[in-house]
């Protein structure tokens, strides 16, 4: 399961500084980023029959 970490810190690091740009006075809006887990299959998470082994 991909669940893309450096994206996530890369937009949490870019909504920080965006933060101090803006100055303490300013009111922010909360803000929901959604970024959709990708399943990766590999070999090792096939099925397999161990019976005919």
Not at 23 to 30: R, S, W
Not at 33 to 38: A, G, M, S, Y
């Amino acid at each position: 399961m991909d669940q893309f970490s450096l994206t996530m810190g890369r937009i949490t690091a870019e909504l920080f500084f965006e933060h101090f740009k803006t100055g303490p006075d300013q009111k922010q809006l909360p803000q929901k980023t959604v970024l959709k887990p990708e399943l990766i299959i590999r070999g090792s998470s096939l099925k397999r029959d161990f019976d005919k082994e």
